[in-house]
């Protein structure tokens, strides 16, 4: 199966958010709210290059759940129903393989926030918790790449492995004045091999509007 990359944008994303369109960051700061800047910058510097992971999955790979997301998209692929079509894309026998757009799916949380036992605790974005400490409470997401390396097939077991890639200097928004944050999750399936990775950019801000 050859590399597969995709990418994902809200309609509008790009005029809004891209970052040659962002205006210059505001400089009528007073001198504790540029005191108070320079703290938060330096706690998310530190956090550029964190790892965490790894985030087991609840369930293995499973036909119920595979069916279930292709209803929902309409997606009537056989690989995704029919071990024979499988197998041709390197499924085992008797195996279907998952849409690879489910990759995420398979190791988030329960509803509640919950792992599985021996999966990492920590939060996925050490840079979270520093936001809400200086205020910046809003988040939006901006961009989402995919890459698919391999199938995912019926059985294997996945996993989670985060990087914060970058954090961007300070950029005023048509929504606030926030930070892009880049984190890159690496999937892999229960032999250790990358099934494919996620590229995600977030929007942590404060608003223009109070929420």
Not at 54 to 70: E, G, K, Y
Not at 92 to 102: C, D
Not at 178 to 193: A, C, D, K, P
Not at 195 to 209: A, D, E, Q, S
């Amino acid at each position: 199966m050859r590399d597969v990359r995709v990418e994902i944008m809200a309609d509008g994303a790009s005029k809004l958010f891209g970052e040659n369109k962002l205006s210059r960051p505001v400089e009528s700061l007073s001198e504790a709210e540029l005191y108070e800047i320079a703290a938060l910058e330096e706690k998310l510097r530190s956090c550029v290059g964190a790892k965490a992971g790894p985030f087991l999955a609840w369930d293995s790979v499973n036909r119920a759940m595979i069916r279930h997301w292709c209803e929902a998209m309409g997606d009537k692929n056989p690989a995704y129903s029919e071990p024979a079509v499988a197998a041709v894309m390197g499924a085992p026998a008797g195996a279907v393989i998952a849409p690879p757009t489910m990759m995420q799916a398979w190791t988030m949380t329960g509803f509640g926030g919950q792992h599985p036992p021996g999966s990492d605790t920590r939060e996925q974005n050490p840079a979270m918790p520093h936001f809400a400490e200086h205020g910046y409470l809003a988040v939006v997401a901006t961009n989402c790449e995919q890459e698919y390396v391999q199938p995912i097939c019926e059985g294997d077991k996945l996993s989670g492995y985060s990087t914060i890639e970058s954090v961007s200097e300070r950029k005023t928004t048509a929504l606030g004045v926030g930070y892009f944050v880049t984190q890159l999750t690496e999937y892999r399936n229960q032999h250790g091999e990358v099934v494919g990775t996620m590229r995600f950019r977030i929007l942590k801000y404060k608003p223009l509007l109070p929420l």
